[in-house]
């Protein structure tokens, strides 16, 4: 059983940062979690964060990682209502 509330809201956070000799400019989707906005991760990346191009893609990756996650948890009996 799942401890954690997934909230509805999702949002990118616009981050800047220094990789290989270059500074990188990149979207981060967040996706809530107990109240908080949580960075979504991606084992493949170099920062192991999920780097977007665009707000309009990151907005997407965090609302379809939200959808699932509130899936799997309405599944285990603990939703967001």
């Given at each position: 059983?799942?401890?954690?509330?997934?909230?509805?809201?999702?949002?990118?956070?616009?981050?800047?940062?220094?990789?290989?000799g270059c500074?990188?400019?990149?979207?981060?989707?967040?996706?809530?979690?107990?109240?908080?906005?949580?960075?979504?991760?991606?084992?493949?990346?170099?920062?192991?964060?999920?780097?977007?191009?665009?707000?309009?893609?990151a907005w997407?990756?965090?609302?379809?990682?939200?959808?699932?996650?509130?899936?799997?948890?309405?599944?285990?009996?603990?939703?967001?209502?």
């Open positions: 059983m799942s401890r954690y509330h997934v909230g509805r809201k999702v949002r990118s956070k616009y981050i800047t940062f220094y990789r290989d500074i990188v400019h990149k979207y981060i989707p967040q996706v809530q979690i107990d109240g908080k906005f949580i960075f979504c991760g991606d084992e493949k990346s170099p920062s192991k964060l999920m780097e977007c191009s665009t707000r309009k893609e997407l990756a965090a609302k379809s990682i939200r959808d699932k996650a509130m899936k799997k948890t309405s599944q285990e009996g603990i939703g967001d209502e």
